[in-house]
Nanobody, 125 residues
Framework: HLQLVESGGGLVQPGGSLRLSCAPSGVTLDYYAIGWFRQAPGKEREGVSCISASGGSTNYADSVKGRFTISRDQAKNTVYLWMNSLKPEDTAVYYC??????????????????WGQGTQVTVSS
């Protein structure tokens, strides 16, 4: 399967910002649409945002529209999630995975996609 590694999480105060990164292990991401997901304690995993393989199209969950921005850098072979105006309800483990691009959420993982360890985002004062 396609192995992706998430990083950039941490503890931030409400209203703060973080940048999450999604990088592959040994493959080029150009071929894949990528989605960001999150799972808060006691809740189901939910789609947050996704970006097309080309980077030309993006979609966001209503809960993060206007606050989060997904982007990709082909040269760095990395997908980012820029998180601004963070709220306590954004607290979750964030994951990235190859997905079938759509207007979602939800977004379906590709048949070779799988969940990794994720990166913890905690928004608290």
């Amino acid at each position: 399967h396609l192995q992706l590694v998430e990083s950039g999480g941490g503890l931030v105060q409400p209203g703060g910002s973080l940048r999450l990164s999604c990088a592959p292990s040994g493959v080029t991401l150009d071929y894949y649409a990528i989605g960001w997901f999150r799972q808060a304690p006691g809740k189901e995993r939910e789609g947050v945002s996704c970006i097309s393989a080309s980077g030309g199209s993006t979609n966001y969950a209503d809960s993060v529209k206007g606050r989060f921005t997904i982007s990709r850098d082909q040269a760095k072979n990395t997908v980012y999630l820029w998180m601004n105006s963070l709220k306590p309800e954004d607290t979750a483990v964030y994951y990235c995975a190859p997905i079938i691009y759509g207007t979602g959420p939800p977004w379906a993982l590709t048949d070779f996609g799988s969940w990794g360890q994720g990166t913890q985002v905690t928004v608290s004062s």
